[in-house]
């Protein structure tokens, strides 16, 4: 099979994990000539470059199966191989991140003295002379300490390609990445989201 190649840039990727970010970010390419709604079945063919062995096998079958349910609600169904109007293929990787958090915390130190003095002195009956009050002086310190924190999260990226049967030609491919979930219930609900997200690319609208 011919296989267009794309070339995914790095700031493409960071959403199965993201600065704390929840969201999903997708990207995607087509065809423009060719009527999609013409097409009712689809075969697949598998996982790209034997990406699949990077998931378990319950992660793999969940993202399988979240295709297979939005591509029904398109009105392409499943057929067997060399029957499909469509081929499709998918593909995972992972790629660690690391972020930084800085928090830094003061600690103030201070000191002050102050004196008062007066005088009076009679000089004569009905004369007299007061003065001299309130000399001071203060100092203060403080010293400031900053904590680096470092977070390590993985950016996961799927990749949905769509060819043609008949000249096996890629005519659609979305990607899209987000942080993965380490709690299995919680990751099994962001594939089915991340799937949706990215099949909104698609350019049939969901019935």
Not at 105 to 118: K, L
Request: proline share 3%.
């Amino acid at each position: 099979m011919k296989r267009k190649k794309f070339i995914i840039a790095s700031y493409l990727l960071g959403l199965f994990y993201l600065t704390g970010c929840s969201g999903i970010k997708v990207v995607s390419d087509i065809d423009p000539s060719v009527d999609f709604s013409e097409f009712k079945t689809f075969e697949f063919l598998g996982w790209a470059d034997n990406s699949d062995q990077k998931m378990n096998r319950l992660d793999r079958e969940r993202i399988e199966l979240a295709f297979k349910k939005e591509a029904v609600k398109r009105g392409l169904h499943s057929a067997p191989l060399a029957d499909g109007d469509l081929l499709v293929t998918l593909n995972v990787y992972g790629k660690t991140r690391t972020q930084q958090t800085a928090n830094t915390t003061t600690t103030a130190m201070g000191r002050g003295t102050g004196m008062n003095r007066g005088m009076h002195r009679g000089m004569h009956p009905g004369m007299g002379r007061a003065g001299m009050g309130s000399p001071g002086w203060g100092w203060g310190t403080a010293h400031s300490t900053t904590v680096i924190n470092e977070t390590q999260y993985l950016d996961g990226t799927l990749i949905i390609e769509v060819y043609d049967k008949d000249d096996e030609l890629l005519i659609w491919q979305a990607i899209g990445t987000k942080t993965v979930n380490e709690d299995p219930e919680k990751r099994a609900k962001d594939i089915q989201k991340k799937v949706t997200a990215i099949m909104k690319k698609y350019p049939v609208e969901p019935k």
